[in-house]
């Protein structure tokens, strides 16, 4: 069967995330997304798994419903055991900080694992994500002895401050930071800030599945990025078919523009300074504002580590399809904030209409929305699937700016109602 998975999310426990990270919530927000599969980030801290452990219960090998929820069993949500843990280390005199999320096939095995952990000296208890000085190759190390079918994924592998290829922190190759453990590394983590597109460039990350997931801290933002399988419901159909980049069951990737992200080109927040990786290299990766180093972003490292040019597409490649978050397409085609009263008016009607919101927004015929939303939502939706908005790229932690309309469009559209 047909599936979208998002594998990486965050509880209440982690730092900066919502109180509503919490089962019922994910489930209820799963439904309204269209999310079939959703990790349960996590799994080391004590109450969170605690709290797993007394709601979940097994349904496919793997994977786990709650227990209160009614529904009809083929239509719940599949919750499968995920976490996240940074490192912090140094090695070959460098300081590292590289997240990685772990997929996990059963309790016994988190049970193993959080306590193979805390033996290593890491603090679960602080954090959802917890801080650990353990090098990644370690990690993989204790994981992997703890249960062979944990699946190892290097989170968002571009971002600067925490990630494997991070230009303020990371490595070069994989190999560089996994050493022996590279063999069992078997998919990568995209990130907000990038796409496969950009990875493709780069020969040496061929061999692994470019998954895509939302990292939510908030449960509205699951299924910003998410990645879709056709295979059967269970742990092993879902890890075997990234093991094998099969396209028949690994069918594609729901991506951000990547230029949407935060980290997407390089700049300095506190200066307000954007740059292309053409622009840094002018100033020499200096901010021309503090004469301080630029936070060199996403694009950039990616261009970096290519060895292909821009454009090229593997054999084989995974697709993805790029869309825009269906309230940020309602917010600009009603002219109003994506928090408004009538966002949510219309984001609710359309999801009780059309049933989710990747069915809106992969799906749908457009003629058939236009019957049941204002035209210039529709076409809103229509020109995001086609690519047709522009992007103030984000840099430096902050998100960019997307805009779907331009401005004679919205000019129009004004002289239109006012005529009427």
């Given at each position: 069967?047909?599936?979208?998975?998002?594998?990486h999310?965050?509880?209440?426990?982690?730092?900066?995330?919502?109180?509503?990270?919490?089962?019922?919530?994910?489930?209820?927000?799963?439904?309204?997304?269209?999310?079939?599969v959703?990790?349960?980030?996590?799994?080391?801290h004590?109450?969170?798994?605690?709290?797993?452990?007394?709601?979940?219960?097994?349904?496919?090998?793997?994977?786990?419903?709650?227990?209160?929820?009614?529904?009809?069993?083929?239509?719940?949500?599949?919750?499968?055991?995920?976490?996240?843990?940074?490192?912090?280390?140094?090695?070959?005199?460098?300081?590292?900080?590289?997240?990685?999320?772990?997929?996990?096939?059963?309790?016994?095995?988190?049970?193993?694992?959080n306590?193979?952990?805390?033996?290593?000296?890491?603090?679960?208890?602080?954090?959802?994500?917890p801080?650990?000085?353990?090098?990644?190759?370690?990690?993989?190390?204790?994981?992997?002895?703890?249960?062979?079918?944990?699946f190892?994924?290097?989170?968002h592998?571009?971002?600067?401050?925490?990630?494997?290829?991070?230009?303020?922190?990371?490595?070069?190759?994989?190999?560089?930071?996994?050493?022996?453990?590279s063999?069992?590394?078997?998919?990568?983590e995209?990130g907000?800030?990038?796409?496969?597109a950009?990875?493709?460039?780069?020969?040496?990350?061929?061999?692994?599945?470019?998954?895509?997931?939302?990292?939510?801290?908030?449960?509205?933002?699951?299924g910003?990025?998410?990645?879709?399988?056709?295979?059967?419901?269970?742990?092993e159909?879902?890890?075997?078919?990234?093991?094998?980049?099969?396209?028949?069951?690994?069918?594609?990737?729901?991506?951000?523009?990547?230029?949407?992200?935060?980290?997407?080109?390089?700049?300095?927040?506190?200066?307000?300074?954007?740059l292309?990786?053409?622009?840094?290299?002018?100033?020499?990766?200096?901010?021309?504002?503090?004469?301080?180093?630029?936070?060199?972003?996403?694009?950039?490292?990616?261009?970096?580590?290519?060895?292909?040019?821009?454009?090229?597409?593997?054999?084989?490649?995974?697709?993805?399809?790029?869309?825009?978050p269906?309230?940020?397409?309602?917010?600009?085609?009603?002219?109003?904030?994506?928090?408004?009263?009538?966002?949510?008016?219309?984001?609710?009607?359309?999801?009780?209409?059309?049933?989710?919101?990747?069915?809106?927004?992969?799906?749908?015929?457009?003629?058939?929305?236009s019957?049941?939303?204002?035209?210039?939502?529709?076409?809103?939706?229509?020109?995001?699937?086609?690519?047709?908005?522009?992007?103030?790229?984000?840099?430096?932690?902050?998100?960019?700016?997307?805009?779907?309309?331009?401005?004679?469009?919205?000019?129009?559209?004004?002289?239109?109602?006012?005529?009427?």
């Open positions: 069967m047909e599936f979208i998975a998002d594998l999310i965050h509880s209440k426990y982690s730092r900066a995330t919502s109180s509503q990270m919490e089962l019922e919530p994910l489930d209820q927000w799963a439904k309204i997304k269209g999310i079939q959703l990790g349960t980030g996590d799994f080391t004590p109450l969170w798994f605690a709290n797993l452990v007394q709601k979940l219960e097994p349904a496919e090998p793997g994977l786990f419903i709650l227990k209160n929820d009614k529904g009809d069993f083929k239509n719940r949500t599949r919750f499968l055991l995920t976490s996240e843990i940074s490192c912090i280390y140094t090695k070959n005199g460098k300081v590292r900080k590289i997240h990685i999320v772990f997929f996990a096939p059963s309790f016994e095995t988190v049970a193993k694992i306590k193979d952990l805390a033996a290593a000296g890491g603090n679960l208890k602080s954090d959802g994500r801080i650990l000085g353990l090098d990644a190759e370690k990690l993989v190390e204790i994981v992997l002895n703890a249960d062979p079918k944990v190892v994924v290097p989170a592998i571009y971002t600067p401050w925490f990630s494997l290829f991070g230009s303020r922190s990371g490595f070069d190759s994989l190999e560089e930071c996994f050493e022996g453990y063999k069992y590394i078997y998919a990568g995209t907000l800030s990038s796409d496969p950009m990875s493709w460039r780069n020969s040496k990350l061929d061999k692994l599945a470019l998954i895509s997931s939302s990292d939510a801290h908030s449960p509205a933002k699951l910003r990025e998410a990645t879709v399988f056709d295979t059967e419901l269970s742990y159909a879902i890890t075997g078919a990234l093991k094998e980049k099969d396209p028949k069951k690994f069918l594609y990737t729901v991506e951000f523009y990547p230029e949407e992200g935060k980290y997407h080109y390089d700049g300095h927040r506190e200066c307000n300074i954007s292309s990786p053409a622009e840094s290299k002018k100033y020499n990766n200096i901010c021309p504002v503090c004469g301080r180093p630029l936070t060199i972003g996403v694009l950039n490292r990616a261009t970096e580590l290519a060895d292909r040019p821009q454009g090229f597409k593997p054999e084989n490649a995974i697709p993805f399809k790029s869309l825009v269906l309230q940020e397409i309602i917010a600009e085609s009603l002219g109003v904030g994506v928090v408004s009263k009538k966002v949510g008016a219309a984001y609710d009607k359309m999801i009780k209409e059309f049933g989710s919101e990747f069915n809106i927004l992969l799906k749908t015929p457009i003629e058939d929305m019957k049941t939303v204002p035209a210039r939502i529709a076409e809103g939706v229509e020109k995001a699937r086609n690519g047709q908005l522009s992007i103030n790229p984000g840099y430096d932690g902050v998100f960019g700016k997307i805009k779907i309309f331009s401005e004679k469009e919205k000019n129009n559209s004004i002289a239109q109602k006012k005529l009427f």
